[in-house]
C-alpha cells in the first residue's frame, strides 16, 4: 500500500513524535509497503493533497495537532483510513478535564481535580490538600507537568502553564504505584509497571524518553485481581471516550485501590515507549503491532464510511 506517515508538527513533543516515525517508516518498508513522509509543522497546506495520494495514512502525532483529532477530521473529509480513533474521541481524551468529567460519569475512578482556563487569584487554594500535581489540560509526555509540595509552589507550576498557553488541571499527587495497560482492538495488552528512577519521582519527560531512566516491568508483577482491574478499567476507559483501534492507559495503585490518571488515543512509538514493550510480551514484534494497527484502521474506514 502506499502509506503517508505523518509525524513531527508544532506541539512540545515534536521530537518525541519525530524519533518515532523514523523507526515506523523502517517497519512500513520491511512490511512491503511505500512510504511518504509529512510534516505538518512543513506542509501542512499538502496534507489533502498528499492523502489523495495514498491508499492509508499513518499518524504518529503527540499533542495538537494530531491528538486533538484535527489531522483526522480532514482525512476523513479526504476519505483516507488512518489509525486509531477518529476526531471526536481524540479531542475528548487529549482534554483532561472533559475526559475525567467523562470517566467520573461512567465510574471509573480518577483522582479530584481543579480546572484552572485561566489563572486563578493568589486566594485560590484546591478543594483538597497539598502535595498537588500540576499538568497542561491539553499537553503529554509531562512537558509543564510538576509535583508541587505546598500552596507557594502552585502559582510557579501554574504560570508556567499558563505561559505555554495552555489550561492547567490540579489533582492531588498520590502515591502509589504508576501502571499503564494498553488496548488493541477490544483487547487489553499485558500492563506495565514504571518505577522512575529520577529525582522528580514521577513518570517525567526525562524518565520517558532516555533509555534506562525508569524500570519499566512488563507484564507489571502485581496480583492477578489488579491485572484485570487495570485490563478492564482500560477497556472501559476506551469505551467511554469512544476509542477505536487502540489506546493506552496511565493509572496510580494507591493504598484505596487502581485510579486512572489518562487515556492517550496516540501512544508512543519510540523505542523506549511503552505500548512496543507491552505488544512485545504478548509476542507481537514491532512489525505485527503496525500490520494490526493497519488492519484495524482499514476495517474502522470501511464502517466509517
Known sequence: MRILLIAGGW???????????????????TLGHEVR??????????????????????????????????????????????QGTGPAGSFLALNKA????????????????EFL???PGRDFRPRFPAPYFVKPNLGGSSVHASLVQD????????????????????EPALSGVELTCAVLGETPLPPILIRPKTQSGFFDYASKYTPDAADEVC????????????EQTSLAAHRALGLCGYSRSDFILTDSGLMLLETNTLPGM?????????????????????ARLIELGLGRGLHAH
Do not use: C
Not at 275 to 289: I, N
Open 11 to 29: 506541539s512540545s513533543e515534536r521530537e518525541v513524535s519525530l524519533s518515532g516515525a523514523e523507526k515506523i517508516r523502517q517497519a512500513l518498508i
Open 37 to 82: 513522509f509529512l510534516d505538518p509543522a512543513l506542509a501542512f497546506d499538502d496534507i489533502l493533497g498528499q492523502a489523495a495520494k495514498a491508499d492509508f495514512a499513518f499518524l504518529n502525532l503527540h499533542g495538537a495537532p494530531g491528538e486533538d483529532g484535527l489531522i483526522q477530521a480532514m482525512l476523513d473529509t479526504a476519505r483516507v483510513p488512518y
Open 98 to 113: 472533559a475526559a475525567k468529567q467523562i470517566f467520573h460519569a461512567q465510574g471509573i475512578p480518577t483522582p479530584a481535580w
Open 117 to 119: 482556563p485561566t489563572p
Open 151 to 170: 500552596p507557594d509552589g502552585l502559582f510557579a507550576a501554574l504560570e508556567k502553564i499558563f505561559k505555554s498557553g495552555d489550561a492547567a488541571l490540579v
Open 219 to 230: 507484564p507489571a508483577p502485581v496480583a492477578p485481581e489488579i491485572t484485570h482491574a487495570l
Open 270 to 290: 519510540t523505542p523506549t515507549s511503552l505500548l512496543p514493550r507491552s505488544a512485545a510480551a504478548a509476542d507481537m514484534t514491532f512489525e505485527d503491532l503496525l
